[in-house]
Structures are given as C-alpha cells and as structure tokens.
C-alpha cells in the first residue's frame, strides 16, 4: 500500500477563512482511482519555511507521494514552486510540464502556472494547482503514471504490470 501525503497551501484556508475544496477533492480522487489510503492531509499558509519544513518532515516520515495544491501562480505570496525546490534533490520535469500542456488545452491561464515536481529520497512530490477544477483535470493526466512512477522510485513493484522503462 502506497503512504501519500496531500497538502493545500493557502493562507486563508490555513486561518479558517476559506474552505478547503483542492485537498479533500484530490485526497477522494486519489483514494477512488487507486485504492491508495491518504496517510497525511494538512492546510498550511503561504510561508516558505512552513512549506518547507513540512515537505522535509512528510519525505521523513517515509511517504511515497506528496501532492501540494495552491501557491503556484504569479501572486507575491504564491512561493510553493520555490519551497519544493529547495527540498527536492532531483528534478521531474516532465509530470509539470504534462499537467501544464493539459491544462492549456482548457485555459490560457495554465502559462501562469510555476508549479513543479521533483524526487527527495523515495517520495514524489508533485505542484498541483489550487483550484478543485483544475486538480481534477491535473490528476487525470498524472494518476495513471504513478503506479510505474512509484515502483521505479521505491523499488517496491506494486502493479504487478511489466512497465517499459522510458
């Protein structure tokens, strides 16, 4: 069984002014299409070190996945894209820029979108967008490539499916 960890950045929904939609929606598709539990589920501000302590201490506790929503646009405060670089020690180029190319075929506002990915140690963290349209739309494309890119990583083969190696 797969440990994923799902954490919203937003000030507001970290001060309880703002409903978190992006989390809960992307912990149920998660948990739905892949039967994987959702070990870890948090609402933290818009604060570097907070991002990035809490990534640290998520990648620690041995989590395979970590999925972020919010903080990846242009906006002063939007530092997501930048606390997860400082955490991960490889990058994954081409999960962001699929998500972004899909996104583009539904918004122009997908240009805007710094969002990133990388590898620290064996867990996977992924930039997802805050908004709960737009999650869904990411996790659509990125879900049926996180089973090989998951047994790649941990060198635990959980599928049980021959993956061609890219």
């Given at each position: ?48 070190d ?17 999925l ?11 530092v ?30 997908a ?48 599928s ?7």
């Open positions: 069984m797969r440990r994923i960890g799902i954490l919203t950045i937003s000030d507001r929904g970290s001060q309880g002014a703002y409903e978190d939609k992006s989390g809960p929606l992307a912990a149920e598709i998660v948990a739905e299409r892949t039967g994987w539990a959702i070990e870890r589920r948090d609402v933290i501000p818009d604060e570097f907070v991002i990035t302590q809490t990534l640290l201490h998520w990648c620690a506790a041995g989590l395979d996945l970590i972020t929503s919010g903080g990846t646009g242009f906006a002063p405060r939007d997501t894209p930048e606390a997860t670089r400082a955490v991960i020690e490889r990058d994954a180029p081409g999960i962001a820029e699929a998500l972004r190319a899909a996104s583009l075929r539904v918004t122009q506002h240009m805007l979108s710094r969002a990133v990915a990388g590898i620290r140690g064996q867990t996977l963290i992924v930039n997802l967008p805050g908004n709960p349209k737009a999650v869904g739309e990411n996790l659509a494309v990125l879900l049926p490539i996180l089973p090989h890119a998951l047994d790649l990583l941990t060198g635990h083969p959980e049980g499916q021959e993956h061609r190696d890219v």
